[in-house]
C-alpha cells in the first residue's frame, strides 16, 4: 500500500551527534543533531559562546570535529579538506585582498584551480553583473562601499559554485540602515539561486527576518528548531523565550509559561477582570513611549525592589488605550492573561531535528 504522507524535504546538510571538544575538556557543540532542507535559509541563533560558529566553521571545514558526522546531500564530508566538500564560506570581515579589484578578488579561487584568465574573469563579471557591480569591477576594495564590499564577497564565494553557502554574521559590520537593506538583498539571491544558506547572527531581528528554519542554540546544544513563527509564538523553553525577546516567563501554580508581550494585558487595581483571566498583582517600574505603543515595565507585587531593579515583565499597550488610561512609575496594578495567550515552558530543552 502506497503511503499518502509527503515525503520529506531532502536535506542539504544533515549533523548527526556533532561534537566538539578544546583542551579544556567542555564541550563547545554537544552531540547535535540536526536536518537542513536543501533550497532553505537556516539561521543559527544564540548569544555569544552559544556554538553556533563552531558549528558553521566544523560544517566549512575549518573546524577540526572531534565526534559525529557531517553529510552534505548524502555524502560524509566530516573529514574532507574544505576546497573538497561543496561548501563556500562568506565572513563577516569580507577579507577581500586590498591590492586586488573587484573582478579580481571575484577571480582568485578559478586563478589557484589554473582556470585560463580570460574565462575566470569573464565568470567573475557575470557574477558581478549579477549583484549589480559589473560597473565597478575595476575598483579596489578601499574604493567601495561597505555594502558593495559585500556583494563582492558573495560573488567571490559564488564563483566555486557551492552546493551550501555558510555566511558568518555577514551583516554585523553594516550600519543599521544598510543592515536592513543587505538582509534583503540576501533573500532575494538565496531565492534566485536556490542553494542552501546557513547563517549565523546574533541578531533575533535579522533571524525573524532571513530564515526559514530557526536554530536556537545555547552552552553547545539545540534549544529549539522551526520556523521564524514556531520560535517566536510557541519558545519551547525558558531560554528561548527569554532569548528571542518579546515574551514574558510567568511562574504559576500549573508551572512555568510564556505569555507574550503584546498578549499580556494591564488593568487598574481595583479593576474588575474578564471571566477566566489568570492574574498577578504588579507595580509598575518604568513607562517607555515607543511611538504606536507604550512599553510598561512592572515587577511583582512584593518584590524586593533595588534602585537599578529592571523589569522583570513588560506589557505593550497601544497609544491611544495608554492615553485613556496612564500608569504611572510605583502604581499597583493587575497583569491578566487567558489561557489561549499562555504556553508551558520548560527550564532547559536539548531537542533533535
Not at 525577546?245 to 512555568?256: A, F, R, S
Request: proline letters at 6%.
Amino acid at each position: 500500500m502506497q503511503s499518502t504522507h509527503p515525503a520529506p524535504t531532502p536535506a542539504a546538510i544533515e549533523i548527526i551527534a556533532l561534537t566538539k571538544r578544546y583542551a579544556s575538556g567542555k564541550p563547545a557543540v554537544d552531540a547535535i543533531n540536526l536536518r537542513i532542507a536543501s533550497g532553505s535559509y537556516c539561521c543559527l541563533l544564540g548569544p555569544s559562546g552559544c556554538g553556533k560558529s563552531t558549528t558553521l566553521r566544523m560544517i566549512a571545514g575549518h573546524e577540526s570535529v572531534t565526534s559525529g558526522d557531517i553529510l552534505l546531500e548524502n555524502r560524509n564530508i566530516t573529514d574532507l579538506p574544505a576546497a573538497a566538500r561543496g561548501t563556500a564560506m562568506m565572513f563577516q570581515s569580507f577579507a577581500l585582498f586590498p591590492h586586488l579589484s573587484a573582478l579580481d578578488n571575484v577571480a582568485f579561487s578559478l586563478k589557484m584551480k589554473g582556470v585560463a584568465k580570460a574565462e575566470r574573469q569573464a565568470k567573475a563579471r557575470d557574477l558581478l553583473e549579477r549583484v549589480a557591480l559589473g560597473h565597478l569591477a575595476e575598483r579596489k576594495p578601499a574604493e567601495l562601499s561597505g555594502g558593495q564590499q559585500q556583494r563582492v564577497a558573495l560573488a567571490r564565494a559564488l564563483i566555486t559554485q557551492p552546493r551550501v553557502l555558510l555566511l558568518d554574521e555577514p551583516l554585523s559590520a553594516l550600519d543599521p540602515f544598510l543592515r536592513i537593506q543587505m538582509r534583503a538583498e540576501l533573500r532575494r539571491w538565496q531565492k534566485e539561486l536556490g542553494l542552501t544558506f546557513i547563517h549565523v547572527t546574533h541578531s533575533q531581528e535579522e533571524a525573524l527576518a532571513l530564515a526559514d528554519t530557526m536554530v536556537v542554540m545555547n552552552h553547545g546544544v539545540i534549544e529549539q528548531v522551526g520556523s521564524p513563527h514556531e520560535v517566536y509564538n510557541r519558545p519551547a523553553s525558558e531560554f528561548v523565550a527569554r532569548f528571542m525577546g518579546g515574551h514574558n516567563v510567568i511562574d504559576t501554580p500549573e508551572g512555568k509559561v510564556g505569555v507574550r508581550t503584546d498578549h499580556l494585558q494591564i488593568a487598574p487595581a481595583n479593576a474588575e477582570l474578564p471571566w477566566g483571566a489568570q492574574r498577578m498583582q504588579a507595580v509598575v517600574t518604568d513607562v517607555e513611549y515607543q511611538g504606536t505603543y507604550v512599553l510598561v515595565g512592572l515587577q511583582k507585587h512584593g518584590a524586593v525592589l533595588s534602585a537599578n531593579a529592571t523589569a522583570a515583565y513588560s506589557v505593550m499597550v497601544p497609544e491611544a488605550a495608554f492615553a485613556a488610561q496612564p500608569y504611572q512609575v510605583g502604581q499597583g496594578v493587575q497583569l491578566h492573561w487567558t489561557p489561549e495567550q499562555a504556553h508551558p515552558l520548560s527550564s532547559a530543552q536539548a531537542v533533535a531535528a
